[in-house]
């Protein structure tokens, strides 16, 4: 099938797979001659593909002018011209655009030829057959991409660093969230787009919570378009929490319809400003998998809203895509599932994990959850950028306090605890900035 797109896209292509030398090989594995629309268009990728096939590395255009001397003087003038053309353009302005058209027409692709062989496969009565081509389309439409590879030529790189660098730090967009702990953005830079941090804890010690203030942080602090994922529940409950969030009213009140005339107001007013900015999807289905998730990412971005931050409440219960076998593969997949999904659409992202049933007691002397303690699938922690756990005693919950153990960051091991404040009432959770020395492990309580 050829290309909808017109000459000067496929141009763009062309002389973007003579530049970016990722990008060229993937072009070289992704697309087919019969996609170009032109003859002498058609000849350009041929002839790059033959020079990639023979030397495996990007084709510039003096290879190409060699060709052209194997040709006839009547298609070497029209190849020659059309040659010229791409090399007109010096640079590729809008390769990222190009880029992501590229991966949904390939995508398209494979999806329409799978699609065929899984219908003459299930009218034939091989159901099971049926399934499994459109099974292994499913995963090859989720790997494909035209993005560069994060590789990095240190030492001579120097200068584009630094030039990238005073960009970033002039750029408006924002590269970087708030944690609401002052002390642990300055140890880690705070969450930046493309990493996943993760908290964890017992069951009913405010996982929701804490993501709800996230997204709070997200919209009302950074001003930053972000989506929140809920994997269960509903969507109802979670709107009333940010609701009671944003007001500062108490959350009974909230779901009640109780708010005092006056709050409600300001938040009329306040939300009128804040317009666009949060997005709340309920996806109660037990086989969610990322492939729902970019979906509705894909439905929000047609509709003009682009998150930057994403809330998943929460990781354990999304599904793998492919078929496996056990609790912790799923766990494992989704989880590097997710992490990609969050770099492919430069997002931040936050989520939370299960701790393992606590032992007797647990919930009455003072212990610290570390990564041991996750639930079904410990490798999940080599996979996101940072994790720590929410810890409180029975007693520190009648209280409203929590202690916040940042166990370990990508690029530093924090072990760090804060004492939160964590009044359920209004679901408002903040930091007191005391730091507290590590306690005693329950197990050894």
Same mark, same amino acid.
């Given at each position: 099938?050829?290309?909808?797109?017109?000459? /000067?896209?496929?141009?763009? @292509? *062309?002389?973007?797979?003579?530049?970016?030398?990722?990008?060229?090989?993937?072009?070289?594995?992704? $697309?087919? &001659?019969?996609?170009?629309?032109?003859?002498?268009? /058609?000849? @350009?990728?041929?002839?790059?593909?033959?020079?990639?096939?023979?030397?495996?590395?990007?084709?510039?255009?003096?290879?190409?002018?060699?060709?052209?001397?194997?040709?006839?003087?009547?298609?070497?003038?029209?190849?020659?011209?059309?040659?010229?053309a791409i090399m007109a353009l010096e640079q590729v302005p809008e390769a990222p655009? $190009?880029?992501?058209?590229?991966?949904?027409? @390939?995508?398209?692709?494979?999806? !329409?030829?799978?699609? +065929?062989q899984s219908a003459k496969l299930f009218? =034939? /009565?091989?159901?099971?057959? !049926?399934? #499994? &081509?459109?099974? =292994?389309?499913?995963?090859?439409?989720h790997k494909i991409t035209f993005d560069t590879v994060d590789r990095q030529w240190f030492f001579e790189e120097l200068g584009g660093r630094y030039s990238d660098r005073i960009r970033e730090s002039l750029n408006a967009d924002h590269?970087?969230?708030?944690?609401?702990?002052?002390?642990? #953005?300055? !140890?880690t830079g705070g969450v930046q787009k493309g990493e996943l941090w993760v908290v964890f804890a017992y069951a009913k010690r405010c996982k929701s919570t804490w993501l709800v203030n996230m997204g709070w942080s997200a919209t009302y602090v950074d001003c930053a378009p972000t989506v929140h994922f809920q994997l269960e529940g509903?969507? =109802?409950?979670? !709107?009333?929490?940010?609701?009671?969030?944003? %007001?500062?009213? *108490?959350? %009974?009140? &909230?779901?009640?319809?109780?708010? %005092? &005339?006056?709050t409600f107001r300001w938040l009329q007013e306040d939300y009128l400003r804040r317009r666009q900015l949060l997005v709340i999807r309920t996806l109660n289905d037990w086989d969610v998998s990322v492939l729902h998730l970019q979906a509705e990412l894909s439905e929000l971005k047609a509709q003009g809203f682009t998150p930057e931050m994403c809330i998943l409440d929460y990781m354990d219960l999304g599904r793998s895509r492919?078929? @496996? #076998?056990?609790?912790t593969q799923q766990q494992m997949n989704f989880a590097r599932d997710f992490k990609r999904l969050l770099l492919q659409n430069d997002m931040a992202g936050w989520s939370a994990w299960q701790a393992q049933r606590p032992k007797k007691g647990a919930h009455d002397i003072e212990h610290i959850l570390s990564s041991s303690d996750v639930a079904d699938a410990y490798a999940k922690v080599r996979i996101v950028d940072a994790?720590?756990?929410? +810890?409180?005693?029975?007693e520190e919950m009648r209280m409203g306090t929590m202690r916040f153990f940042m166990e370990a960051h990508r690029d530093s091991p924090v072990n760090q605890i804060y004492r939160i404040e964590n009044d359920l009432a209004r679901v408002r959770m903040v930091t007191s900035y005391e730091k507290l020395e590590p306690t005693r492990d329950f197990a050894d309580a």
């Open positions: 099938m050829a290309f909808e797109f017109g000459t /000067g896209f496929q141009r763009q @292509v *062309l002389r973007l797979c003579m530049i970016d030398e990722a990008f060229a090989q993937k072009a070289m594995e992704y $697309l087919d &001659v019969d996609h170009f629309t032109a003859e002498e268009l /058609g000849w @350009v990728f041929k002839s790059m593909h033959a020079y990639h096939e023979q030397y495996s590395r990007r084709c510039t255009e003096t290879p190409l002018r060699e060709a052209l001397r194997q040709e006839s003087a009547e298609r070497a003038a029209l190849y020659s011209g059309e040659l010229d655009y $190009l880029k992501n058209e590229l991966r949904e027409f @390939v995508r398209r692709q494979v999806f !329409a030829v799978a699609h +065929n009218n =034939a /009565g091989r159901t099971d057959e !049926a399934y #499994d &081509v459109m099974g =292994a389309a499913q995963d090859q439409i590269e970087v969230f708030r944690t609401g702990l002052d002390p642990l #953005d300055d !140890a509903k969507g =109802a409950q979670i !709107a009333a929490k940010y609701d009671a969030r944003f %007001s500062q009213e *108490l959350y %009974s009140d &909230v779901k009640a319809g109780r708010m %005092s &005339v006056p492919a078929k @496996v #076998d056990s609790e994790y720590g756990s929410l +810890n409180a005693t029975d």
